[in-house]
Each structure stands twice: as C-alpha cells, then as structure tokens.
C-alpha cells in the first residue's frame, strides 16, 4: 500500500501508474483533506462534484484543492484503489511533529497527511503488510512550525 497525499491526482495518478506496472496487487491510497470527498467519486467512475473546483478551508494548502482534474480522474479511475483516506488539521500537524521527533525529517502539512493516516487507530486494522508514505513538498519555515 501507497499512500499519496492528493491535490489535482497528477502524483497520484503518476505513481498509480508506475506501482501497477512494478505490482499490479500495490494499492496506492489517495489521502485527501476533510471535504474532498473523493471516495465515491472513485467508487462510482465518475465525478461527482457539482461546480467549478473550490479550494476546502484547510491548512493543508497543497492538497486543499476540491476536484481531483479532468485528466487524471480517469487515470486514478482506473489504477487507483477505491479506497481513500481522509485526515483533519489537526491530525496533520501532528504527524509533523511526529515526523521531525521520530525521523528526524521536516514536512509541510500536506505531506503530513500520510504519515498521520498511519498514526490514526483507524489505520491500525489494515492489513497491508507494506506501507509506503509519499513525503512531498518543502512548503515549510522551519522557524514558524505550527506545533511551537
């Protein structure tokens, strides 16, 4: 299992595309930001937004943006796995904290959103024996972390 945090889908798509042709059985995971909704549009192969695309009202400025593109939603539709992930704000800048105490690695908030997916209990039920984080984006003032 990959997680990918997503924005538009062009790095979940790419790497959807890429896993499938290394291992068809690897799941890549979208993790999306609470409002994207991007779950049933998958599990339906169609968009099911109404409207133009709306940035959410999250910290997560990177994969804030609403609809998953016109191009890469078939893409996702048809290597990506139905399942997807969604995190708070709250829960991403924890595991940015956890990422610099434990991995000594910093992330912005976007990136975060991985690693707090697989800090959550919900997570702890998966199955995948191999867990993969997409840590992406230097989006981050190392002297402005929102956890001091």
Request: neutral net charge.
């Given at each position: 299992?990959?997680?990918?945090?997503?924005?538009?889908g062009?790095?979940?798509?790419?790497?959807?595309i890429?896993?499938?042709?290394?291992?068809?059985?690897?799941?890549?995971?979208?993790?999306?930001?609470?409002?994207?909704?991007?779950?049933p549009?998958?599990?339906?192969?169609?968009?099911?937004?109404?409207?133009?695309p709306?940035?959410?009202?999250?910290?997560?400025?990177?994969?804030?943006?609403?609809?998953?593109?016109?191009?890469?939603?078939?893409?996702?539709?048809?290597?990506?796995?139905?399942?997807?992930?969604?995190?708070?704000?709250?829960?991403?800048?924890?595991?940015?904290?956890?990422?610099?105490?434990?991995?000594?690695?910093?992330?912005?908030?976007?990136?975060?959103?991985g690693?707090?997916?697989?800090?959550?209990?919900?997570?702890?039920?998966?199955?995948?024996?191999?867990?993969g984080?997409?840590?992406?984006?230097?989006?981050c003032?190392?002297?402005?972390?929102?956890?001091?």
């Amino acid at each position: 299992m990959i997680l990918v945090p997503i924005s538009g889908g062009g790095l979940t798509s790419g790497i959807s595309i890429a896993a499938a042709r290394v291992n068809p059985k690897t799941q890549v995971c979208p993790v999306e930001p609470v409002g994207k909704d991007l779950q049933p549009s998958l599990e339906a192969n169609a968009r099911l937004w109404t409207g133009p695309p709306q940035f959410l009202p999250s910290i997560a400025d990177a994969i804030r943006i609403q609809q998953a593109g016109d191009i890469t939603f078939p893409i996702m539709c048809q290597y990506t796995a139905k399942k997807v992930f969604t995190v708070k704000d709250d829960d991403m800048i924890k595991a940015m904290k956890w990422s610099w105490e434990n991995l000594k690695v910093v992330v912005e908030v976007s990136s975060a959103a991985g690693v707090a997916v697989v800090l959550s209990e919900g997570f702890r039920s998966e199955t995948a024996q191999k867990i993969g984080v997409i840590l992406s984006g230097g989006n981050c003032l190392v002297d402005k972390l929102m956890w001091n």
